[in-house]
């Protein structure tokens, strides 16, 4: 271990150090069993046994739907909501809390102890990184937001420089990620950034998921021996490896195979190939031993051979490939049999027992340990940081809103004060507060990419929700002010409505909030939905609904009382934000008549008549209204946050539990109600008796 990292676990830990604050996993007959829709269960792992000691680096390999994805889970305990897993995980030789599920189900529901997330990291496949940020950047961030506060600014740019160092990213620490309009470091960089997040914090258990995928070769190679070297500082990796070169699969330490999730083979992966030749399929020459081994283990290689049959290149090769005289699925079951026999097999329950007599350190140190104001300010900054730099978020948005409020102060341009100039001042502000502040959905993408971010490092507590959404709120506020007071200026003056500071202010004010509660709406859409093209559409469709009901399409005297004025036409921003405006606008004025010689007409009339708005109730309410629902939304961006972490995973789980205990009832019932023959059943001599 490093210096560096035996600091850091000393200061988290908070008590002296005791020397070894390794990570040995084991696992004794681990299954997962998912729950289908339709009540039935699928075994996705059967019976797997394994360790994975410090200093070592272990792949799971296997074929696509092998169960690698599933096994990194079910070890990290992360498995979905509806899966099912039984056995032994022992972590420093002490049992995991496993929690029996329903009885009638006679398997295991995981539960992720506190022990193993507080000392684990987790890389996920996909690199959801803030694209705008340089490298550096990213990771002190990282680092400001997990490291405590108590702790010298010096040493956290020692623990980053340190961290960036060891994942070789000295090179391009000052390039930016990268995004759709700025170009960044290579793929193989932002995957070692993505690892450098997790091993920020010194994690004694690495694990991760495809860490290779969508590399070239010499990528591949360079991200796995990164791995290498932080196995070889006293860490334990473990890594799913979809088919890696010959030169990244000799970084390996140990190779655990699997095949539709049953083990095919555990041990060193050196004598993988030995493996294979005793079991009666030998890796020819000049082939790449994790080719053959999945080649052996893969059914599709069957369609892949029938496909291949016939051709110039078949006839004239000798069949010396055992696989060209058998079956995949026979050779898996050959393998799988071959191995539950050998050596390797009995090693490993050996090993694995040894492990779980052997009663290592609890380690308690992981999660943030910054305090919620350090992590609310680092995260304002960030997002702050974020936004300036993209182009896309708001920046985009405030020319666009520029162009049409310029458009609207053309077509409106010094509105006046006649008559036809009533219904232009109602149309002019109904289009403001219904289409401009629609525009904001605009900026669902950005927010949808936001949430991948979050919910990464929320995965691997980096933080809490509540930073998270306090951070997104004021982080947005100044380009949400710049935005609506530069167009909001522009309309006011052009348009020349009501005159005087006070009907500026509100004017701006109103448009702000209207704005400011659309973005509050699109990320608490974006909390629930990560696909940005639906998360538009229902946007869209949720204002749109709200922009019927405003007061302006149909008046409010007008619109139907069950549901649509009570409660929709209360509930909807652009109803309160108009009914303001319109008080803002007219009160006070007064507007030609049809006909000059007839008087003319107050504004209040106007109020009162035409638009159906009781003028009695103050502008400032409407206002303060909308303020309020930035609130609600926000709040509701909180609960929904929560409600996907803790509650829908509760309600799938619970949904899963009972289909399956439906259809085992449903099962056991329809045996017993299966007619028995056993009554219809003559003795053949009772039989000859009664008829001689």
């Not at 702790?151 to 090179?171: C, F, H, N, S, Y």
């Not at 409505?497 to 509660?517: E, K, M, N, R």
Request: net charge neutral; with cysteine; proline share 4%.
């Amino acid at each position: 271990m490093s210096p560096l990292s035996e600091t850091l676990w000393r200061e988290k830990a908070a008590v002296e150090f005791l020397g070894d604050v390794s990570a040995r996993l084991a696992w004794r007959d681990l299954t997962v069993t998912v729950a289908l829709g339709s009540g039935e269960t699928q075994a996705v792992l059967e019976g797997l046994t394994g360790y994975a000691e410090p200093g070592t680096i272990t792949a799971l390999m296997g074929p696509s739907g092998s169960g690698k994805s599933t096994m990194l889970d079910a070890l990290a305990g992360r498995l979905a909501a509806n899966a099912f897993l039984s056995g032994t995980v022992l972590l420093n030789g002490r049992k995991a809390n496993l929690s029996f599920g329903a009885a009638v189900l006679h398997i295991l529901v995981l539960k992720v102890t506190t022990t193993i997330l507080q000392f684990q990291a987790y890389v996920t496949q996909d690199d959801n990184l803030i694209g705008t940020l340089t490298v550096r950047e990213t990771i002190s961030y990282s680092a400001r937001l997990r490291l405590p506060d108590n702790m010298p600014m010096e040493e956290k740019r020692a623990l980053v420089e340190g961290t960036i160092v060891e994942m070789g990213l000295q090179d391009c620490a000052d390039t930016v990620i990268g995004n759709w309009h700025l170009r960044g470091v290579s793929g193989g960089e932002k995957r070692r950034v993505s690892i450098a997040l997790e091993i920020l914090m010194r994690p004694r258990l690495l694990f991760l998921d495809e860490p290779t995928s969508g590399l070239d070769s010499a990528s591949a190679f360079f991200v796995t021996q990164t791995l290498r070297g932080l196995a070889r500082d006293g860490r334990t990796v473990i890594a799913s490896i979809h088919q890696p070169s010959s030169e990244v699969f000799e970084l390996f330490d140990r190779l655990f195979l699997l095949s539709g999730g049953k083990t095919v083979y555990f041990g060193q992966a050196s004598e993988a190939c030995e493996f294979f030749a005793q079991a009666g399929f030998p890796c020819p020459p000049l082939r790449n031993p994790s080719d053959h081994f999945l080649r052996c283990i893969n059914a599709d290689f069957d369609k892949v051979k029938a496909t291949l049959k016939g051709s110039m290149k078949m006839r004239f090769e000798k069949p010396d490939d055992p696989l060209e005289r058998t079956t995949t699925s026979e050779a898996i079951r050959r393998l799988i049999s071959y191995y539950q026999r050998s050596q390797y097999y009995f090693v490993a329950r050996q090993k694995v027992d040894e492990m779980a007599r052997v009663k290592g350190t609890v380690l308690d140190a992981g999660g943030s340990q910054a305090s919620f104001g350090m992590q609310a300010f680092t995260l304002t900054k960030r997002s702050f940081v974020n936004m300036s730099r993209d182009f896309g978020y708001y920046w985009l948005r405030l020319v666009i809103y520029i162009v049409v409020t310029v458009c609207i102060g053309s077509i409106y341009l010094n509105v006046g004060t006649k008559y036809s100039s009533i219904l232009a001042r109602g149309a002019c502000a109904s289009f403001i507060f219904g289409f401009v502040t629609f525009m904001s959905i605009g900026g669902f993408p950005s927010f949808v990419e936001d949430m991948k971010v979050f919910q990464r490092e929320r995965m691997n507590g980096h933080y809490g929700v509540l930073a998270f959404v306090i951070s997104n709120t004021l982080s947005a506020m100044p380009f949400l002010i710049l935005i609506t007071f530069l167009s909001g200026t522009l309309c006011y003056f052009m348009v020349h409505l009501h005159p005087g500071f006070t009907h500026y202010i509100f004017f701006v004010l109103c448009l702000y909030a209207s704005v400011t509660v659309v973005e509050s709406l699109m990320m608490a859409i974006a909390s629930i939905i990560p696909n940005f093209l639906m998360g538009i559409i229902i946007g869209a469709g949720i204002q749109g609904i709200f922009m019927l009901v405003s007061g302006y399409f149909r008046l409010p005297y007008d619109i139907p009382k069950p549901f649509w004025r009570y409660p929709m036409s209360y509930i909807s921003f652009h109803y309160w934000a108009l009914q303001g405006q319109y008080q803002n606008d007219l009160v006070g004025l007064v507007f030609d008549n049809q006909d000059d010689e007839l008087p003319k007409i107050p504004g209040e009339y106007i109020l009162e008549n035409v638009f159906q708005i009781d003028v009695r109730r103050s502008k400032w309410l409407d206002l303060s209204v909308l303020f309020s629902m930035i609130i609600i939304y926000r709040l509701l961006f909180f609960v929904m946050i929560k409600v996907s972490e803790d509650v829908t995973p509760w309600v799938r789980g619970y949904i899963a539990r009972r289909r399956v205990q439906h259809k085992r009832r449903a099962a056991e019932l329809a045996m017993v109600r299966t007619p028995s023959l056993r009554g219809y059943v003559v003795d053949a001599a009772e039989l000859a008796a009664d008829h001689p």
